[in-house]
């Protein structure tokens, strides 16, 4: 399976900014739909946002209300979660997942192929 592996994570105050990087081997973002989820402590995984192969964007606006974009750059092969306005609700180990194209994108079964997360902690 492709390795993904995510990098940007960190611990920031309330209303701050972080950007989320996930790496994977070329053109994997050019085929697969890539999707950000959140795992919180006692908490299931929860779906944040997709981008399809193609470019279109998914989000689960409940959770992500308009602060989080998700992009993706084919030529690095790099799929990116820009995240606005931080809030300690936010606080999560974020994971970066790859699925075939056509599955349902805010379903963590559809996901076959996830890195090993990164740790974003917002304090208050």
């Known amino acids: 399976q492709a390795q993904l592996v995510e990098s940007g994570g960190g611990l920031v105050q309330a209303g701050d900014s972080l950007r989320l990087s996930c790496a994977t081997p070329?053109?994997?973002?050019?085929?697969?739909?890539m999707g950000w989820f959140r795992q919180a402590p006692g908490k299931e995984r929860e779906f944040v946002a997709a981008?399809?192969?193609?470019?279109?964007?998914?989000y689960n606006v409940d959770s992500v209300k308009g602060r989080f974009t998700i992009s993706k750059d084919n030529r690095k092969s790099t799929v990116y979660l820009q995240m606005n306005s931080l809030e300690p609700e936010d606080t999560a180990v974020y994971y970066c997942?790859?699925?075939?194209?056509?599955?349902?994108?805010?379903?963590?079964?559809?996901?076959?192929?996830w890195g090993q997360g990164t740790q974003v902690t917002v304090s208050s």
């Open positions: 981008i399809s192969r193609i470019g279109s964007t998914t």
């Open positions: 070329p053109r994997t973002v050019m085929w697969y739909t």
């Open positions: 997942a790859a699925a075939q194209p056509g599955a349902p994108s805010a379903e963590v079964a559809s996901y076959s192929n």
